[in-house]
């Protein structure tokens, strides 16, 4: 897509900012002769326009923005978070059937980890949450398999550079430490991928189990595997 000026965005993505639509259905409407901007019939999904200053028409019909709404969940171990999956695995969209509002993850989980999973209709408030440069901190209990040392827990805290890439825990807790398992509470400040994992096997160790229980000021509390819950924006 060729460079657009500041303040412009494709028309599909206009759509799936407003929280209308998906990109995917958003360039269905567009390319079946559905949209109309300014008066004028786009059938074009990459089409520039100023979403704050078009007029836009969905079947003759102006599109209202949605209320916000950033949710909750409990993501479960056993399911992926996108839309669908080729391998015909659980999704967490299969949790959200009641919910009424198309939503896009807040980053990800990765299918063997569990615990809190935000999802929101506003795209630029995800985009605001994933970005490094907010050290959003995101915690996490970690099992791990066998006896880790604080050494090794010392190396998570001084940073460990993986594939070109540095990894670093914010903070490192020992929760319980014995010859089978090694339990720590974990704090990260960017959504690297996998980066817990790798951590460990830095260390010689592997995740057992993983779960995230907040993000940022958002906790997972008691909610219970594969329900949801709304949250209000004063908890991020």
Request: some cysteine; aromatic content about 4%.
């Given at each position: 897509m060729?460079?657009?000026?500041?303040?412009?965005?494709?028309l599909?993505?206009?759509?799936?900012k407003?929280?209308?639509?998906?990109?995917?259905?958003?360039?269905q409407w567009?390319e079946?002769g559905?949209i109309?901007?300014?008066?004028l019939?786009?059938?074009?999904?990459?089409?520039?326009?100023i979403?704050?200053k078009?007029?836009?028409?969905?079947?003759h019909q102006p599109?209202?923005?949605?209320?916000?709404r950033?949710i909750a969940l409990?993501?479960?171990?056993?399911c992926?978070?996108?839309?669908?999956?080729p391998?015909?695995r659980?999704?967490?969209?299969?949790f959200l059937l009641d919910?009424?509002?198309?939503v896009?993850?807040?980053?990800?989980?990765?299918f063997?980890t569990s615990?809190?999973?935000?999802?929101?209709?506003?795209?630029?408030?995800?985009?605001?949450?994933t970005?490094p440069?907010?050290?959003v901190?995101r915690?996490?209990?970690v099992?791990?398999r066998?006896?880790?040392?604080d050494a090794?827990l010392?190396?998570w805290r001084?940073?460990i550079?993986d594939?070109?890439?540095r990894l670093?825990?914010v903070?490192?807790?020992?929760r319980k430490?014995?010859?089978?398992?090694t339990?720590?509470?974990v704090?990260?400040?960017?959504?690297?991928?996998?980066?817990?994992?790798?951590?460990?096997t830095?260390?010689g160790s592997?995740?057992?189990?993983?779960?995230?229980?907040?993000?940022g000021?958002?906790?997972l509390g008691?909610?219970p595997?594969?329900?949801?819950?709304?949250?209000?924006?004063?908890?991020?």
């Amino acid at each position: 897509m060729a460079y657009l000026p500041k303040g412009y965005v494709s028309l599909e993505r206009a759509l799936s900012k407003l929280g209308v639509a998906s990109r995917t259905q958003a360039r269905q409407w567009i390319e079946a002769g559905r949209i109309s901007v300014d008066s004028l019939l786009i059938r074009d999904p990459l089409h520039p326009i100023i979403p704050e200053k078009a007029k836009i028409l969905l079947d003759h019909q102006p599109i209202a923005r949605e209320q916000r709404r950033l949710i909750a969940l409990h993501k479960p171990r056993g399911c992926v978070t996108t839309a669908s999956d080729p391998q015909g695995r659980q999704t967490v969209y299969d949790f959200l059937l009641d919910l009424g509002v198309h939503v896009v993850p807040v980053g990800r989980l990765d299918f063997a980890t569990s615990g809190l999973l935000l999802l929101t209709n506003d795209t630029r408030l995800a985009d605001r949450l994933t970005d490094p440069r907010t050290g959003v901190v995101r915690t996490y209990v970690v099992e791990l398999r066998g006896q880790v040392d604080d050494a090794a827990l010392q190396r998570w805290r001084e940073g460990i550079v993986d594939g070109g890439e540095r990894l670093q825990a914010v903070s490192v807790v020992l929760r319980k430490r014995s010859g089978r398992e090694t339990t720590v509470i974990v704090q990260l400040a960017e959504g690297k991928n996998r980066e817990i994992r790798r951590l460990a096997t830095a260390v010689g160790s592997e995740v057992q189990k993983l779960k995230r229980i907040a993000y940022g000021g958002v906790t997972l509390g008691d909610l219970p595997a594969g329900q949801w819950r709304d949250v209000d924006l004063t908890e991020l």
